[in-house]
């Protein structure tokens, strides 16, 4: 069955740093693109990150670009998002994206994680 498992949200004063981490199951991981979506209260699912299966092609959100950091280890099953220099605006469920059926950006996945809660207070 195919599973994706995200973990590491929490609540964490602007400026400060948390890391997600999303564990697939061995079938949903031999997909060449992994992705992170977030997801405020009110609004529309947004794209935040994406990597290509060896890691030589990332994609960010220009709302991220420098703060957020993807990656992946393929013995792990594991992709993460490391995300440093918090705002409030990043409060949001993220989710994790496996299998895109078009692009890397688009909403258009196969699989999708649960979600994990980041909140950022001011």
């Known amino acids: 069955q195919v599973q994706l498992v995200e973990s590491g949200g929490g609540l964490v004063q602007a400026g400060g740093s948390l890391r997600l981490s999303c564990r697939a199951s061995a079938r949903t991981f031999s997909s060449p693109t992994m992705a992170w979506f977030r997801q405020a209260p009110g609004k529309e699912r947004e794209f935040v990150a994406a990597?290509?299966?060896?890691?030589?092609?990332?994609y960010y959100a220009d709302s991220v670009k420098g703060r957020f950091t993807i990656s992946r280890d393929n013995a792990k099953n594991s992709v993460y998002l490391q995300m440093n220099s918090l705002k409030p605006e990043d409060t949001a469920n993220y989710y994790c994206?496996?299998?895109?059926?078009?692009?890397?950006?688009?909403?258009?996945?196969?699989?999708w994680g649960q979600g994990t809660q980041v909140t950022v207070s001011s």
């Open positions: 990597l290509t299966w060896s890691g030589g092609t990332t």
């Open positions: 994206a496996s299998r895109p059926l078009g692009t890397p950006r688009g909403l258009l996945y196969d699989y």
